[in-house]
């Protein structure tokens, strides 16, 4: 694709004009020349919505489309890739995932309905920054591998925190964990109308605990429709290493309503979606602590 130095004046319009790079490297030199009116589109379903509600888009669109090596899902020593332009659809139906990303599919089949999956992708998910897979991938503790001039990489936690100003996203790798009889995971989204709309509280969790209640490895990722999901690190802390009881679950819910502050706004209050959380939480590890007394009988 030839790139040339042509600056648009005009940030927003109706008729976008839209470039096919067919490198990161091309993507990110195109947008370098109008950062202020480019914007990357992947699925797109964002910017459709957007301009539904009468949002007008940038004037100039860098499809990612036709970028091969962000589609493809791979498996490595110790994690699986997969490409930032995947669809939600392809990730749900992909082998390697179904066997070694329960977590993430379990997420991304709570998303929108199999319309908006097949065009969504799982970089536009993320970009977005208020994706249902996002809790999903904190618990997992996913690297987002990104190109802004330079090609890296950086746990997804600090990825978000950070608010990178327009990195293209390129893929994303799950560390591929054993899974063991000691190893557990947990999602549910609280949304208006399951499955077609942005939750009010979306919660991930994954942990070890072993055969007398101990639990160790915690990740607990929760995001709310208008916030930045993030990682729950005290409560993570109180778990680490503690014995599942009752008393602790008590403490732990006082930690995370403590810990979690999510706005309100016109939907639903603030106080509701941290309650919610913190009740979902505690629900599941209170199965998990009657599963294992069970099994030891
Ligand atoms: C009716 C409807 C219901 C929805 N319900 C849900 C829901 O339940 N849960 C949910 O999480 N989402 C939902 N969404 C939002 C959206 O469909 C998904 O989040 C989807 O995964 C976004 O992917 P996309 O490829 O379409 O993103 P796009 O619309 O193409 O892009 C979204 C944003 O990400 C940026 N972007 C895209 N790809 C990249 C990349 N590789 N690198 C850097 N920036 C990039 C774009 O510039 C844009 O700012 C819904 C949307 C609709 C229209």
């Known amino acids: 694709m030839d790139i040339r130095s042509n600056h648009v004046e005009n940030v927003l319009t109706v008729n976008p004009q839209v470039l096919m790079p067919e490198t990161p ?45 962000m589609k493809r899902i791979y498996a490595a020593d110790h994690y699986l890739s997969v490409g930032a332009f995947v669809s939600l659809s392809d990730c749900i139906s992909h082998f390697l995932l179904k066997d070694k990303a329960s977590l993430l599919l379990t997420a991304l089949k709570s998303i929108a309905a199999p319309a908006v999956r097949n065009r969504g992708t799982i970089g536009g998910n993320i970009a977005y920054e208020k994706g249902d897979a996002l809790p ?32 293209l996203i390129t893929s994303i790798r799950l560390p591929l964990k054993e899974s063991t009889e000691d190893s557990f995971s947990f999602f549910k989204k609280v949304g208006m109308r399951q499955a077609f709309s942005l939750s009010l509280v979306t919660v991930a969790g994954r942990l070890c605990l072993d055969e007398n209640r101990r639990c160790s490895e915690v990740r607990i990722g929760i995001g709310s429709s208008n916030q930045l999901p993030q990682r729950l690190p005290r409560s993570e802390s109180l778990l680490e290493g503690s014995i599942l009881t009752v008393e602790l679950l008590n403490n732990l819910f006082d930690t995370l309503t403590e810990e ?38």
Not at 49 to 67: A, D, H, T, V
Not at 263 to 284: P, V
Request: net charge positive; with cysteine.
């Open 25 to 69: 490297e091309e993507a990110h030199k195109l947008f370098l020349l109008n950062p202020e009116s480019s914007s990357f589109i992947a699925g797109g379903t964002v910017i459709q919505m957007q301009r539904e509600q009468g949002i007008l888009s940038p004037s100039i669109l860098i499809s990612l489309e036709k970028i091969i090596e």
């Open 136 to 167: 999903a991938l904190l618990a997992m503790d996913a690297q987002v591998q990104f190109f802004d001039g330079t090609y890296r990489s950086e746990n997804i936690d600090s990825f978000l925190k950070r608010r990178w100003k327009h990195p």
């Open 260 to 297: 979690f502050h999510p706005s309100s706004d016109i939907l639903i209050s603030g106080e509701y979606r941290k309650t919610a959380a913190a009740n979902i939480i505690l629900f599941h590890l209170y199965q998990l602590c009657r599963r294992r007394k069970g099994e030891k009988g």
